[in-house]
T-cell receptor
Framework: NAGVMQNPRHLVRRRGQEARLRCSPMKGHSHVYWYRQLPEEGLKFMVY????????ESGMPKERFSAEFPKEGPSILRIQQVVRGDSAAYFC???????????FGQGTRLTVV | GENVEQHPSTLSVQEGDSAVIKCTYSDSASNYFPWYKQELGKGPQLIID?????GEKKDQRIAVTLNKTAKHFSLHITETQPEDSAVYFCAAIEAGTALIFGKGTTLSVSS
């Protein structure tokens, strides 16, 4: 059973471009969470999704950021018109149901130049 | 919403000593408390967790204690080894929401 898969592992974008981060949850997991981590900082919650539904997006900036978890395929975190401040590690976690163990992927390290 | 405070931010111990990391949470409705270990360049790895109906849980050299009344929980690592060096995060969750993390503790174990 493969773990949570995130790709790409590293992503470089110029200011103003779009960044698309993908997360395939563990098999049997229908709950996905996205977190952002700045260097030497903790994990900041962004958004919680369950298949085809956004459950909680209270941690996600209102503009430029969006997330989806379609019925088929991976969850996508999309950042439009990236700025240098978006540079960070973005982690995805999945769980089989709410309020249970969540397992993290290896993250996508986004660098905006 | 939930707020999790974690102390200390850095901890240095000698190999073989014990290490204790403490966290407090704000929402009395939180009922699940996991601990994660993150090594450089990797994702957080779940190492132990505890639910609110349990006061203590142990797994080999790692133990977690929970005091619901005081709203704090702690990670205890005994007989530390150099490979225990990493950043450790505590987290708390209320049913139906997402994990909220503390700011992390950088543990350094010197041999």
């Amino acid at each position: 059973n493969a773990g949570v898969m995130q790709n790409p592992r590293h992503l470089v974008r110029r200011r103003g471009q779009e960044a698309r981060l993908r997360c395939s949850p563990m098999k049997g997991h229908s709950h996905v969470y996205w977190y952002r981590q700045l260097p030497e900082e903790g994990l900041k919650f962004m958004v919680y999704l369950q298949k085809e539904n956004i459950i909680d997006e209270s941690g996600m900036p209102k503009e430029r950021f969006s997330a989806e978890f379609p019925k088929e395929g991976p969850s996508i975190l999309r950042i439009q018109q990236v700025v240098r401040g978006d540079s960070a590690a973005y982690f995805c976690a999945s769980s089989p149901s709410k309020n249970t163990e969540a397992f993290f992927g290896q993250g996508t390290r986004l660098t905006v130049v | 919403g939930e707020n999790v405070e974690q102390h200390p931010s850095t901890l240095s111990v000698q190999e073989g000593d014990s290490a204790v990391i403490k966290c407090t949470y704000s929402d009395s409705a939180s009922n699940y408390f996991p601990w994660y270990k993150q090594e450089l360049g990797k994702g957080p790895q779940l190492i132990i967790d505890i639910r609110s109906n349990v006061g203590e849980k142990k797994d080999q050299r790692i133990a977690v204690t929970l005091n619901k009344t005081a709203k704090h929980f702690s990670l205890h690592i005994t007989e530390t080894q150099p490979e225990d060096s990493a950043v450790y995060f505590c987290a708390a969750i209320e049913a139906g929401t997402a994990l909220i993390f503390g700011k992390g503790t950088t543990l350094s174990v010197s041999s």
